[in-house]
């Protein structure tokens, strides 16, 4: 299985890896199909919007995102007060996340 057309995360590789459902052999990741089955239901996008007023808040909201387990990728928008996060993560714990660094949040999708 080709990890990289599954769009994978590292994040989630590095967990996998961990708990030992697959193994490197000569470069190559072997994977347990029902593992791959998982990554592919796990990936999600969550979409925020945050009240933001300046770069320090879109600073401060890129910070938490980028220490949280299971986020690939986000993108925070000053702009159109938006946030949008992928990755293995509940919607729930996003909000709860960003809420934290003092700015009003709500889930939009």
């Known amino acids: 299985i ?4 599954i769009g994978c995360a590292s994040t989630q590789l590095k967990l996998l890896y ?7 052999s000569n470069g190559v990741f072997n994977l347990y199909t029902s593992v791959y089955d998982l990554l ?3 990936m999600t996008e969550v979409v925020l919007k945050v009240e933001m007023m300046c770069n320090g808040c879109v600073a401060a909201v890129q910070r938490v995102l980028g220490k949280m387990e299971g986020v ?3 993108n925070v928008s000053l702009e ?10 509940n919607p729930q ?15 939009v999708s």
Request: positive net charge; hydrophobic residues 30%.
């Open 2 to 5: 080709n990890l990289a057309e």
């Open 18 to 24: 961990r708990k030992g459902f697959f193994h490197r």
């Open 40 to 42: 592919i239901c796990k």
């Open 72 to 74: 690939e990728s986000y």
């Open 80 to 89: 159109d007060q938006k946030v949008v996060v992928k990755g293995n993560v």
């Open 93 to 107: 714990d996003v909000l709860e996340k960003i809420s934290k660094t003092g700015k009003k949040t709500e889930l």
